[in-house]
């Protein structure tokens, strides 16, 4: 029931409450002020009975309480909390679209290459952001697409922006080889080995090269002259280190099929879908389809379906189970970039820190890795 408080103001005040009571009005609560004033909390239903009692006392209704106070400050305030709560719908909303989508290379072509596969998998401006699984598959799927172009591909949510980071793909048999030549070194590193075939090898290992420096030279000399200019040949194995940064969530859903399904049919217009007599829907499903009837003119289908029904697990981490999760995902993530004949030597965590119920990681590695590039000897130098 809806409860308020009044105050009675006047004289005998006593005999008015006495009167009150032999009516059968619940007296809740009674807080005497003064000889004058009294302030009483009854029924709201009770306040016409009391003000039908004849007297000269002034009656005034002070404060409402439960569930009235309720109702009276919701109609007070309704039109600002709605506003409050479209504001934190609407930034919500904000938060969640992507406003920039950047690709970090140098090669034109593999840039747009990215962006196309980006905008395919609905990674563009003003589209909501996928899920972090999704944003696994995608990557996976890009580098599987383009396996053959792209070594190394990583997607970093930073704010409303994704950057995209890549490495293209060098395919040893495809480097080029000139009739004289040197062979260089085509990454910063410390040299590992040196093995020559042909040439004269001018660095050796331990010592630090830069991209483009001659490991291996063509050029024979005698003395202060040139005796000979050959095609050099040989293999660099360098150390070569690389920087990788992830964002890892604290909190991971994982969708297992539980066995059960069932088969039902379904009208499809557009994106549009209704199920025919589906009572009982599974929470989460799994659906594959075969069309029955499709009208070419109208983008109509009736579809046969099986729902497969999918039980949501979560995975909560904390900080020290999401750091080592992040850790190991960065390490499986690296050894898929790598060739036969490349090795991680080493890594360590740099840094972390968490925010927004993710972890942000950075690792740090020691990659051993084939170095070996060749560049062409001009003999117009000569």
């Given at each position: 029931?809806?409860?308020?408080?009044?105050?009675i103001?006047?004289k005998?005040?006593?005999?008015?409450?006495?009167?009150?009571?032999?009516?059968k009005?619940d007296?809740?609560?009674v807080k005497r002020k003064?000889?004058r004033?009294v302030?009483?909390?009854i029924y709201?239903?009770d306040?016409?009975?009391?003000?039908?009692?004849?007297?000269a006392?002034?009656i005034?209704v002070?404060e409402?309480c439960?569930?009235l106070k309720l109702?009276?400050m919701?109609n007070k305030?309704?039109y600002?909390?709605f506003s409050l709560?479209?504001g934190?719908?609407f930034?919500?909303f904000?938060?969640?679209?992507?406003f920039?989508?950047e690709?970090?290379?140098d090669?034109k072509?593999?840039?747009?290459?990215?962006y196309?596969?980006?905008?395919?998998?609905?990674i563009?401006k003003?589209?909501l952001?996928?899920?972090?699984?999704k944003?696994e598959?995608?990557?996976?799927?890009?580098?599987e697409?383009?396996?053959?172009k792209i070594?190394?591909?990583e997607?970093i949510?930073v704010?409303?922006?994704?950057?995209i980071?890549?490495?293209d793909?060098?395919i040893?048999d495809q480097?080029?080889?000139y009739i004289?030549q040197?062979i260089?070194?085509?990454?910063?590193?410390?040299i590992?080995?040196?093995?020559?075939e042909t040439g004269?090898?001018?660095?050796?290992?331990?010592?630090?090269v830069?991209?483009?420096?001659v490991v291996?030279?063509?050029?024979i000399?005698?003395g202060?002259?040139?005796?000979d200019?050959?095609?050099?040949?040989?293999?660099?194995?360098g150390?070569?280190w690389?920087?990788i940064k992830?964002?890892?969530?604290?909190i991971r859903s994982?969708?297992?099929?539980?066995g059960?399904?069932?088969?039902?049919?379904?009208?499809?217009?557009?994106?549009?879908r209704?199920?025919f007599?589906d009572?009982k829907?599974?929470?989460?499903?799994?659906?594959?389809?075969?069309i029955?009837?499709?009208?070419?003119l109208?983008?109509?289908y009736?579809v046969?379906?099986k729902h497969?029904?999918?039980?949501?697990i979560e995975?909560?981490?904390?900080e020290?189970?999401?750091i080592?999760?992040?850790?190991?995902y960065?390490?499986?993530k690296m050894?898929?970039t790598?060739?036969?004949?490349?090795?991680i030597?080493?890594?360590k965590?740099?840094?972390y820190?968490?925010?927004?119920?993710?972890?942000n990681?950075?690792?740090?590695?020691k990659?051993?890795?084939?170095i070996?590039g060749a560049k062409?000897?001009?003999?117009i130098?000569?």
């Amino acid at each position: 029931k809806n409860i308020i408080i009044i105050k009675i103001i006047g004289k005998n005040i006593d005999r008015f409450l006495t009167i009150i009571y032999k009516q059968k009005i619940d007296l809740l609560e009674v807080k005497r002020k003064n000889r004058r004033e009294v302030l009483i909390k009854i029924y709201e239903e009770d306040l016409v009975k009391i003000k039908k009692i004849k007297t000269a006392n002034e009656i005034n209704v002070v404060e409402s309480c439960g569930k009235l106070k309720l109702n009276q400050m919701w109609n007070k305030n309704k039109y600002f909390l709605f506003s409050l709560l479209f504001g934190y719908l609407f930034l919500l909303f904000l938060s969640n679209l992507i406003f920039e989508v950047e690709v970090i290379h140098d090669n034109k072509a593999i840039k747009k290459i990215i962006y196309e596969e980006l905008a395919n998998h609905n990674i563009k401006k003003l589209r909501l952001k996928p899920r972090y699984e999704k944003i696994e598959k995608i990557e996976n799927n890009i580098l599987e697409k383009h396996k053959n172009k792209i070594e190394w591909l990583e997607i970093i949510e930073v704010g409303t922006k994704y950057i995209i980071r890549v490495e293209d793909r060098r395919i040893i048999d495809q480097k080029e080889e000139y009739i004289y030549q040197d062979i260089i070194a085509t990454k910063d590193a410390i040299i590992i080995s040196v093995e020559a075939e042909t040439g004269i090898i001018q660095r050796q290992k331990n010592d630090y090269v830069k991209k483009g420096d001659v490991v291996i030279s063509g050029t024979i000399m005698h003395g202060e002259k040139i005796k000979d200019i050959i095609k050099a040949s040989g293999k660099i194995m360098g150390e070569v280190w690389y920087n990788i940064k992830v964002e890892f969530p604290m909190i991971r859903s994982e969708k297992k099929e539980t066995g059960i399904f069932k088969e039902l049919f379904s009208f499809k217009f557009l994106k549009l879908r209704i199920p025919f007599i589906d009572f009982k829907p599974y929470k989460h499903k799994r659906i594959e389809e075969k069309i029955i009837v499709y009208n070419r003119l109208i983008p109509f289908y009736l579809v046969k379906e099986k729902h497969f029904e999918v039980e949501l697990i979560e995975y909560i981490y904390n900080e020290a189970e999401a750091i080592k999760q992040a850790e190991d995902y960065i390490y499986r993530k690296m050894q898929k970039t790598l060739k036969e004949e490349n090795s991680i030597i080493s890594s360590k965590i740099l840094k972390y820190y968490q925010k927004d119920k993710k972890i942000n990681l950075e690792m740090f590695f020691k990659v051993k890795e084939d170095i070996t590039g060749a560049k062409s000897i001009s003999l117009i130098e000569y």
